[in-house]
C-alpha cells in the first residue's frame, strides 16, 4: 500500500532557491562547455592515434618463439592464452584453472521507491506530494530499513543471511605461445562464462552452520523454514508458483536457478549449489528477505588477438606519438583490420556520447541560470507555465547553437581544414535566420488608425 508526505515550499523559499540556483547553472554551463571542448581534442588524438597504429602494427605470425626482429615494434598476433594457475575463491574455497574468477553477490532485500509530484499553487508557493511504495529486489547492497519512510516499514526486518563482498581473482602467469602476458592484457581478456563450483563437505558444513546461526540470532524474524533434505521437485515446483502469483515477489530472479548434481555427502539446510551459483537461503525456488546468491563466473584459458608492443618476451602498452597510448585485446581469432574498426567504432560512440552529455550540461546550466525570472513568475501558476515553456525553448535553441559553436572553433584548433567550413556554414545559418525574421517583421501591416 502507498504511503504519501506532502510539503510546501514558500514563494520566498523558492526565489531564494532559485537565486542559488544561477550559480550552480553559472558552473555547470561552464563545465559542458568545457567538457565539450575537451571531448573534441580528444576524439582528434583518438582518430590520429588509430590513424598512427593502424600504419604501424605488423602481424606476428608465429607466436611460439621470441623472435627479436619483433621488439620494439607495435604486433597484431593471434594465439591461445593458457595458464597453469588455480584460482581460489577466498570465502568459499573452491579452486579452478582459469585467467580470472570473478565473484557477484546479490541481497533479497525490502526496497523503497518514491515518486514526487510539485504542483503550484497560487500566490508561488509549491506543493510536493512523494508517494513511498514497496517491493522485494534482488539489489547489490544490503538495505538500511531503518530510513524507510513509512513508518510501518521503518525497521521491517531486512538483515542479511551473510555479508560477502564482490571479488575478483586473476591469474599472474598467463602465457601466449612462448611470450609471458602483462597484468594490464591479463585484465583485459574477456569471454566470461559461469563458472563450475566444487565445494567440500567440510567447508559445506562450516557455511552453513554460520548461516544457521545468523538465523538463530534473527529471533524468528528470518521467514524461511529449512529442510534437513532437499525438497523433490515435485514438491517444489507449487511452491515456485505461489512465488510467481505474489505480486511483491515480481522481482525475485533474473533468471532462474538451475541445481547441479554435487558428490557432497552433507545435506546443508542453507547452502544450495546451482550452475555457477551459490544460493545461501531456506529454498532458492521461494526467495525470502535475507537470502543471499553468489554468482560465480570465470575466464578460462582460450584463443585471443591482440595488438601491443613486444618487449622482449612480453608486451607493454604502446604510446603514440601524442603520447596517448594504446593496447587492444579480443576474444577469438580476430584480424587486425577487425579490430580497428572495433577501436574506431567504439571510439565514435564515445565521442558523440561525450557531445550529447555536454550539449545537456549547457542546456541545464542556461535553465539553472534563467529558472529565476520562471521562479518570479510562480506567483500566477499560468504565467509562470508560458514563461517556462519559451525559456526551454529558448535555452535549448542557444545550447544547441552554443555547442555547435564550441565543436566548430575546437575543430579549428585541432583541426582547421575541417573547422573553419563548420564555423561558417553555423554564422551562415544564423545571419539567414536572423535576416529572414527581420524581413518578416517588416512585412507585418501596421494596426488601423497608426
Known sequence: MAYTTTTTTSYGSRVKNSCGGIFGGIALFLAGTALLWWNEGNAVANAKLLEEVSETAVDMENINKVSSEFDGQLVHATGDAKTDDMLKDPTFGFEVNAINLRRTVQYYQWVEHQK??????????????TTYTYDKQWVSTPVNSSNFADPQYANIFNGVLASIEDNSVYAENVTFGAYKLPEFIIHSIGGSESAPISITDDQLRQLDDQVARTVSSFGGRYSGVAAAQPQPQAQAQPQAQAVQNDSTA??????????????NKYKARYIHQGDGEIYIGASPSAPQVGDVRV?????????????????????????GKNKKEFTRVESGDVSKEE??????SENNMLKWGLRILG??????????????????AKIIPFVANILNFGVNLICGIFAFVWSLLIIAIAWIFYRPLIGIPLLLIIIGTIVFFAVKGKKKGAQVPPAPGV
Open 250 to 263: 515480481a522481482n525475485d530472479s533474473i533468471k532462474e536457478f538451475v541445481p547441479v548434481e554435487t558428490n
Open 116 to 129: 514526487q509530484e510539485k504542483r503550484d499553487k497560487l500566490g508561488g508557493s509549491e506543493e510536493t506530494v
Open 359 to 376: 550539449f545537456i550540461m549547457v542546456f541545464l546550466g542556461l535553465k539553472g541560470v534563467f529558472g529565476f525570472l520562471v521562479t518570479l
Open 295 to 319: 554468482a560465480f563466473t570465470v575466464v578460462k584459458p582460450h584463443k585471443i588477438s591482440l595488438i601491443s608492443k613486444v618487449k622482449g618476451n612480453t608486451f607493454q602498452k604502446y604510446v
Open 339 to 344: 579490430m580497428f574498426a572495433h577501436q574506431e
